[in-house]
């Protein structure tokens, strides 16, 4: 597959100090297994030989516990059996106590051009209540050493929707977010988990669309649902996955997809230290499950998605926009976005 046709890679790498109550994504706290991990990843690479990707993500999990060492083996691991496309996107997540001055160095020096930053709020209070182990001021001491190391594509992660934060928390999270030295902010509504409830409604759509109105003077421009960049910084690797392109997951949990076929590695840690064989899931989708994927992720979008529609239907006024043929979900279009995807797919069905 050629460059242009976007195959993404994205490896997983399982390991976090501490576990947020927040968070669902698979990660392990035993850090002892790290190498092991590796050794496991080189045989799952090693299946994979000489495909070649335009864009790599490494992420977690906290991909920033790796040591320097271990860091370097892992990029032996991939640009010794892939093939990555000249001018690839290549992005490392990192969080703000965990990748000091030699990490991200070294991350810059292994051709990482991208870097994805853990900040999540600008209070201590709420960083403290969603279980973080880093401080606001440790989110910009990190970006000031990763402008030293050489970065200028950096993207920060948020949260809100949170009991404990506030409009006006989220406001001035927002506001600080949007002066840090970054091109790319991910804003992520909270799923309840661990114990940490979402607000009411109301309040979540008050901060649903106070992210428009706060980002958008600032230039960052929401090009995705939950994601807003400078012109051109938009995330080529997430693009990849939100218009349905081929991608490769290594690691526990990590998913892969190619025509209408998707796999996952089981979230299993010592089931994969085992292997092979890699224990994986693997579904095959109809070719109306394909559809509806396309108009849930397309829809997604700010580019919209071409449905053949020349009108808005009555039932979606509002909820979404068509513009030079395309249809894309407006600001409270985004509330309901499930739903939307649903009412258009029975749509273009009929």
Same mark, same amino acid.
């Given at each position: ?111 990482? %051009? ?123 690797? %997430? ?20 025509? %209408? ?90």
């Amino acid at each position: 597959m050629n460059a242009d046709s976007g195959r993404g890679l994205y490896i997983h790498i399982p390991f976090c100090r501490s576990k947020c109550p927040y968070c669902s994504f698979f990660s392990e706290t035993g850090l002892h297994m790290t190498d092991d991990f590796l050794d496991a990843l080189e045989r799952e690479a090693e299946e994979f030989r000489n495909w070649r990707f335009s864009t790599c993500y490494i992420g977690g999990g906290t991909p920033s516990v790796l040591s320097v060492r271990q860091t370097e083996r892992l990029f032996r691991i991939i640009l010794e059996r892939f093939e990555l496309a000249p001018g690839a996107e290549i992005t490392a997540e990192v969080n703000p106590e965990s990748a000091d001055r030699d990490l991200l160095r070294a991350l810059r020096g292994m051709g990482v %051009n991208r870097l994805s930053v853990g900040a999540q709020s600008a209070h201590d209070s709420e960083l403290a209540l969603l279980g973080r182990r880093h401080k606001a001021a440790q989110t910009e001491r990190c970006l000031e050493e990763a402008l030293r190391a050489g970065f200028s594509n950096i993207s920060v992660d948020l949260i809100f929707g949170f009991v404990g934060q506030t409009r006006k928390s989220w406001e001035k999270t927002l506001e600080w977010a949007s002066e840090l030295p970054v091109s790319h902010i991910s804003t992520y509504a909270l799923s309840p988990h661990g114990g940490i409830e979402e607000l009411p409604e109301e309040e979540l759509i008050a901060m649903y669309l106070m992210r428009d109105e706060v980002l958008a003077p600032r230039g960052f421009i929401r090009y995705e649902i939950s994601n807003y960049s400078k012109p051109g910084r938009e995330s080529r690797h %997430n693009l990849i996955y939100w218009r349905r392109g081929e991608y490769l997951g290594l690691g526990p949990s990590a998913s892969s997809f190619s025509g %209408n076929r998707r796999w996952r590695n089981e979230p299993a840690l010592e089931l994969y230290l085992k292997a092979p064989p890699f224990a994986r899931e693997t579904e095959t989708l109809s070719p109306e499950q394909a559809r509806l994927e396309e108009i849930f992720l397309g829809t997604r979008l700010a580019e919209g998605i071409e449905l053949g529609l020349s009108e808005i239907p009555e039932s979606l006024a509002g909820l979404v926009e068509l513009r030079e043929g395309r249809v894309s979900l407006s600001p409270m279009g985004v509330l309901v976005a499930d739903r939307v995807a649903l009412e258009l797919f029975e749509l273009v069905e009929r």
